[in-house]
């Protein structure tokens, strides 16, 4: 459910950026839309890749704690992990200037 909501904030605001480039003749009203769109795509991809960064480092700590042997198990899990939600923010940011410029 929860990475429902993910996918679906990030194709909202990729939708929503897609309309405000497309239009070719943008009105003040079109480019006060385009930057409500850029807010709400930085807004959403910064809070989505906060949460579950914290979740997925924490459910790490956790594991490690109960079996410090997996340490090593957990680490390239969890980095490759980080990394993909720190792209989703990144690609929010692109989408958000793309939208505000």
Not at 36 to 52: D, S
Not at 73 to 99: G, W
């Amino acid at each position: 459910m929860k990475v429902l909501r993910i996918v679906s904030s990030v194709l909202l605001s990729a939708g929503v950026g897609a309309v405000a480039v497309a239009a070719e003749g943008m009105t003040g009203e079109a480019v006060g839309m385009a930057k409500i769109g850029a807010a709400i795509a930085i807004g959403l991809g910064a809070f989505g890749a906060a949460t579950a960064q914290g979740r997925a480092a924490s459910a790490a700590l956790e594991g490690i704690a109960r079996n410090p042997a997996s340490r090593g198990d957990v680490f390239v899990p969890l980095i490759l992990s980080l990394v993909f939600m720190e792209f989703q923010a990144l690609l929010c940011f692109v989408i958000a200037l793309n939208l505000a410029g």
